[in-house]
Structure formats: C-alpha cells, structure tokens
C-alpha cells in the first residue's frame, strides 16, 4: 500500500489516479490526524510526503509529520513533494531521514520511478546481510563485473552494494583517490541495470570549462553563439533511456553546480539558445576524490545537490588498503599485455609479485598499470624479475617522505626508527644488500654494521 498525504483534493485526485493506474493500492490521508488513523489500521510500504499541507507554508507541519514517521516507520521510504522555492526545506527533509524528494510541478512517470526505486531499495537493505558477505565467485555468478579485479573484503562490499543498488534507478556517488577504478565500478552499475543495452555517456566535468558546460552538457541550437553553426546535441540528450556518469563532480564552479540540480531535479534542460524545455530519463552515476561533505560545510559545493547525487554512496579503497590484491592486478594486467605486445610468455615471477605488494603506489591501479607496462615494453626477456622493475622504476615512484609517516615525537628512539626503517628496505628490496644501501643512501659497509648492530639476517655471499 502506497500512502499519500496532501491537503489538496485536486492533488490527491492527481497521485491516486497515477498511482492506481500503475498498479498500486492507495490509500490518502490529509494530514497528521489521518496520517495516524490510516497507520493504526496497517503500515504502508511506501509514504508520499507534501511538505505543506495546512494554511502555514512554512513546511514546519511536514518536517514534524516527516520527523514523526521516521520514528514509528524507521524503514519505510518517504518521497517528498517540494515546490522548487522550497529547496532548502526539502534539504531539512533529506537530513530529517527522507529517500528522495520531487519538485512541483513533477513529471508522472519522474515521481513514478522515484517510489518504485525506494521500495527497491527498501526490499535490498532488508536482504543486504547475506549479499555483503557473499565471495566474490558468488558475486561473478549474480552480477556482471567484468575488468574488476580483487578479493578484498572492502572491495567485495561495493561490489555487493552496486550489486543490490544496479537495478534501481537510484543516484550513486562514488568516491575514492585518484586510480582506484572509480569508472569501472560506474560502468558496472550501467552494465547490471535495466539500462544496459541504453547508452553509457562518460562526462569529465573537471575537464569541461564553465563557459562550455551548457552546450557540452545540455547542447546548442545553431546561432547560440559565434561559431554555433550547427546544432549540436548535448551528453544528456545522448545518454536518454541510458545512464550518464559525471565524473570529478567536485570541480563544478558554483553557477554550473546550479544548471546541474535543475536537470536532475526536473529532468528537463534546454538547449543553449532554445526556449524549449526539453526531458530526459537518465539514471546519473557521480565520482569524485574530494571530500564533498568538508566542501558543502564550506560552501564550496551546494548542499541540496550534495542530497541529490548521493542516495547510494559507496567508496573505493585505495590500492594500500588492499595489498593482498596487487599480484592479482598484476596478473591481470600481464594477461592483456601478452596479447597487446604478442608477447605469449610473458609473466612476472613469483618474488617480483611480492615485491610489488610493498610499493608505495600512491596513484593506487592505474599507477601500478602505468609501472607494469612500462617494464614490459622496456624488458627485453619474458619472464620479468624485480630487477626489471627497479631498473625501470621512475624516481617519481620513490615513497615520498612527508611528516605523515614519521611516528610521534618520544613514542620511539632513533635506533628504533632505523632499526625499522633498514627492516622494511630488506623486505621491499628483497634481502639485496647492495640495493638497500642505496636505497638508504649509505655504503654496504655501514649497512652491514648495522645489520649485526640490530642482529638481522641476512645474505653474506650478497
């Protein structure tokens, strides 16, 4: 049962129509005193929230009914109805615990798709226990995931997340560092949804200039501008009935954050130079590296579209947090090498696998992408060792020194610190003695002192 709560009679004529005619039992109510005797008599799956429903406008009354439904139906979804003036009410509604929330005028099959996505949603977080510790054999068996490599338990919880989420049309942010595969996990939300034989329109806005953002985004009519002698259609239009992922979204400037919630508000855009709306079915996937939250508190990023992109987020581990994955990544990479470079031989030995498990690799896959093909090209033999890597291993790949690795001031000695240090050279340059010493920039003479100093094995015939 769907419950819809409005005092106006032509909008409650309106919804319960719509709703009826799309398969859903309906039940009305105009206000809290009703709201309550409808949910003494049985508990709705979904509640459809006008956030002013009295004479006062305002949406205090909504806030409260909102506030009070939340505490009596904690997992029941509640989709608000705004006008587009009220914006940051429905804001207070969204951190009141509200799923989504629809501006005045709505667009029917909008509002429609919104109600079925909660309940969707609401069946998945009911199930969510079983997904979130399946193995990643089980993940491959329900869902598409091709090119993501990884075992990780942090991984195969966004990957059982995307999983439950991928059927909805549900927004889903995703964030992470730099090359953590933010637009492999984008493209497999696309590839396990309703959507998937529909496009999938990839958009850098970090990349788009806030002078071009209308026309690459919503497109021109010929005349726009100067040089608009054509018309031109934009990534929206393109991504109609598919999906569209906007990536770097925390580079938007603020007026283009503004064009960016009206289109996903009211899925309607015009063209530059046109006075024609025009609407859009898209289910929009977001990522970014920054820190969205830290950026709404400084005003940087606009807290309603914050709401808007984010009713899924999941995050990415970086490559550090999950080392036991990197052979696995390298494996993967030399796989599609050997056919790229007809190359049939080619692997990477056992020890070198290991030995990469302990590169600081701050640009995380993409990073270690970058150094696996770049051995493969510049090593004349098959069968790449680690002294294939460190010979083509760029300076730049050093572990830089910041005062974030150093430990707190008196918490150890200094023979501590380079006893530690000299432990982690051995095991990141596999017991070579001549390479640690480099690597610590002393002779192999000092480094053997200091070797029996702290009593470490090592190699002697090295």
């Given at each position: 049962?769907?419950?819809?709560?409005?005092?106006?009679?032509?909008?409650?004529?309106?919804?319960?129509?719509?709703?009826?005619?799309?398969?859903?039992?309906?039940?009305?109510?105009?206000?809290?005193?009703?709201?309550?005797?409808?949910?003494?008599?049985?508990?709705?799956?979904?509640?459809?929230?006008?956030?002013?429903?009295?004479?006062?406008?305002?949406?205090?009354?909504?806030?409260?009914?909102?506030?009070?439904?939340?505490?009596?139906?904690?997992?029941?979804?509640?989709?608000?109805?705004?006008?587009?003036?009220?914006?940051?009410?429905?804001?207070?509604?969204?951190?009141?615990?509200?799923?989504?929330?629809?501006?005045?005028?709505?667009?029917?099959?909008?509002?429609?798709?919104?109600?079925?996505?909660?309940?969707?949603?609401?069946?998945?977080?009911?199930?969510?226990?079983?997904?979130?510790?399946?193995?990643?054999?089980?993940?491959?068996?329900?869902?598409?995931?091709?090119?993501?490599?990884?075992?990780?338990?942090?991984?195969?919880?966004?990957?059982?997340?995307?999983?439950?989420?991928?059927?909805?049309?549900?927004?889903?942010?995703?964030?992470?560092?730099?090359?953590?595969?933010?637009?492999?996990?984008?493209?497999?939300?696309?590839?396990?949804?309703?959507?998937?034989?529909?496009?999938?329109?990839?958009?850098?806005?970090?990349?788009?200039?806030?002078?071009?953002?209308?026309?690459?985004?919503?497109?021109?009519?010929?005349?726009?501008?100067?040089?608009?002698?054509?018309?031109?259609?934009?990534?929206?239009?393109?991504?109609?009935?598919?999906?569209?992922?906007?990536?770097?979204?925390?580079?938007?400037?603020?007026?283009?954050?503004?064009?960016?919630?009206r289109v996903l508000q009211d899925r309607t855009f015009e063209p530059l130079g046109s006075s024609k709306s025009r609407t859009v079915d898209v289910r929009v996937i977001c990522a970014t590296n920054r820190n969205l939250e830290e950026m709404v508190a400084k005003g940087e990023f606009r807290e309603d579209l914050y709401y808007r992109i984010n009713l899924i987020t999941v995050r990415l581990p970086a490559l550090r947090e999950r080392p036991a994955d990197i052979p696995r990544l390298v494996d993967f990479f030399v796989d599609n090498l050997k056919t790229l470079y007809n190359r049939p031989n080619l692997q990477v030995d056992k020890s070198a696998r290991q030995w990469l498990k302990n590169l600081t690799l701050p640009g995380?896959?993409?990073?270690?992408?970058?150094?696996?093909?770049?051995?493969?090209?510049?090593?004349?033999?098959?069968?790449?060792?680690?002294?294939?890597?460190?010979?083509?291993?760029?300076?730049?790949?050093?572990?830089?020194?910041?005062?974030?690795?150093?430990?707190?001031?008196?918490?150890?000695?200094?023979?501590?610190?380079?006893?530690?240090?000299?432990?982690?050279?051995?095991?990141?340059?596999?017991?070579?003695?001549?390479?640690?010493?480099?690597?610590?920039?002393?002779?192999?003479?000092?480094?053997?002192?200091?070797?029996?100093?702290?009593?470490?094995?090592?190699?002697?015939?090295?």
């Amino acid at each position: 049962m769907l419950l819809l709560i409005d005092d106006d009679i032509a909008i409650q004529t309106s919804l319960s129509l719509l709703f009826r005619k799309e398969g859903f039992a309906v039940r009305m109510a105009d206000g809290p005193f009703e709201t309550r005797d409808v949910l003494a008599e049985e508990t709705p799956e979904a509640i459809v929230l006008d956030m002013n429903f009295s004479v006062d406008t305002s949406g205090d009354d909504g806030l409260r009914l909102l506030r009070y439904l939340r505490e009596h139906l904690p997992t029941v979804p509640v989709i608000l109805l705004t006008g587009w003036g009220s914006i940051d009410l429905a804001v207070q509604g969204m951190k009141a615990g509200a799923s989504d929330f629809i501006t005045k005028p709505w667009q029917n099959e909008h509002l429609v798709q919104s109600v079925r996505t909660a309940l969707k949603l609401s069946a998945a977080a009911r199930q969510s226990g079983e997904p979130a510790s399946a193995s990643r054999r089980q993940l491959d068996e329900q869902f598409q995931l091709d090119n993501i490599v990884g075992e990780d338990p942090r991984l195969l919880d966004v990957l059982a997340t995307i999983g439950r989420v991928a059927s909805t049309d549900a927004p889903v942010l995703i964030t992470g560092e730099s090359g953590t595969g933010k637009e492999l996990i984008a493209e497999a939300v696309h590839q396990n949804s309703r959507r998937k034989r529909q496009p999938f329109v990839k958009v850098n806005l970090g990349g788009i200039s806030s002078t071009l953002f209308e026309s690459e985004l919503f497109g021109h009519v010929r005349g726009a501008f100067t040089d608009a002698k054509t018309d031109r259609v934009g990534r929206f239009e393109l991504a109609s009935k598919g999906s569209i992922f906007l990536d770097e979204i925390g580079d938007l400037d603020p007026a283009s954050q503004v064009k960016l919630l009206r289109v996903l508000q009211d899925r309607t855009f015009e063209p530059l130079g046109s006075s024609k709306s025009r609407t859009v079915d898209v289910r929009v996937i977001c990522a970014t590296n920054r820190n969205l939250e830290e950026m709404v508190a400084k005003g940087e990023f606009r807290e309603d579209l914050y709401y808007r992109i984010n009713l899924i987020t999941v995050r990415l581990p970086a490559l550090r947090e999950r080392p036991a994955d990197i052979p696995r990544l390298v494996d993967f990479f030399v796989d599609n090498l050997k056919t790229l470079y007809n190359r049939p031989n080619l692997q990477v030995d056992k020890s070198a696998r290991q030995w990469l498990k302990n590169l600081t690799l701050p640009g995380n896959i993409r990073q270690l992408k970058n150094i696996v093909e770049r051995t493969v090209l510049l090593s004349g033999t098959d069968i790449l060792t680690i002294d294939d890597f460190e010979k083509h291993l760029p300076t730049t790949h050093a572990a830089p020194v910041t005062h974030a690795f150093l430990p707190p001031v008196g918490s150890m000695t200094l023979d501590e610190m380079e006893r530690q240090m000299i432990e982690r050279a051995m095991t990141f340059h596999n017991n070579r003695v001549a390479n640690v010493a480099r690597a610590l920039g002393i002779t192999r003479f000092a480094l053997y002192r200091r070797l029996e100093k702290y009593g470490l094995n090592y190699d002697s015939s090295d």
